[in-house]
């Protein structure tokens, strides 16, 4: 990655968004968080180069380390917001943040929402343990005709894990899972085995732990 630096700045009469989001991403996936975002915010102070949606999207994975607060105004600016990408890595970050509040109003402005949209979102309720405002979310994506995935359902039984829900909500949406297919998906079972064993429901554990497939032969 040093190299890659000195040959970046070499080329300034050549850098372009492209080259400048591909290093802040080599920084990134070679635990240089901080020099990504100190090259983030040095080419955008000089203002020669703009970012796109991808820039924002891959700068905004390093949250915490970066304040999302940093970057909102920016990507509101720039009319990112509604983007799928840009706005559910910004939902994200608020969610590493514990932050569901500014979470949600991210969500919201999202224009054209994805399965990965929604399930980000439910994911942020789950870790918040607010599993009434993940049940409401959940409704409201099947009314919109969205499609849960996988990812979806272990998000939805995370919050359904919370000691505020009831276990009556647990049991509807394994039901859902199952008519969906995803009964056997790997994160999904591991959800449900979390989930019925925090309610002491061991029995409905072991049943979805043996229908994955893939218990472990002690």
Same mark, same amino acid.
Request: aromatic letters at 16%; a negative charge.
């Given at each position: 990655m040093d190299?890659?630096?000195?040959?970046?700045?070499?080329?300034?009469?050549?850098q372009n968004v492209v080259s400048w989001t591909a290093m802040i991403t080599g920084y990134l996936q070679n635990d240089g968080i901080e020099q990504a975002i100190d090259l983030f915010l040095r080419v955008r102070k000089e203002g020669r $180069?703009?970012?796109?949606?991808?820039?924002?999207?891959? $700068?905004?994975?390093?949250?915490?380390s970066l304040s999302p607060f940093q970057i909102h105004a920016q990507v509101i600016k720039t009319g990112y917001l509604t983007y799928p990408t840009v706005g559910t890595a910004l939902l994200t970050a608020y969610v590493n943040l514990g932050n569901t509040q500014d979470a949600s109003m991210v969500f919201r402005e999202i224009e054209e929402r994805d399965t990965v949209s929604w399930s980000a979102m439910l994911a942020g309720y789950a870790q918040a343990e607010d599993p009434e405002s993940g049940m409401k979310l959940y409704q409201e994506m099947r009314r919109d005709n969205g499609?849960?995935?996988?990812?979806?359902?272990?998000s939805v039984l995370d919050a359904c894990s919370s000691p505020s829900a009831s276990a009556e909500q647990g049991k509807q949406f394994h039901c859902s899972l199952i008519k969906h297919g995803f009964e056997s998906a790997l994160c999904v079972s591991t959800a449900l085995v979390s989930m019925y064993s925090r309610r002491g429901s061991i029995e409905s554990a072991q049943k979805a732990l043996l229908n994955t497939g893939m218990a472990i032969k002690l």
């Open positions: 190299d890659s630096c000195k040959m970046f700045m070499t080329m300034s009469d050549f $180069i703009r970012p796109n949606d991808y820039t924002f999207s891959t $700068i905004l994975t390093a949250s915490p499609k849960p995935n996988e990812f979806t359902f272990s």
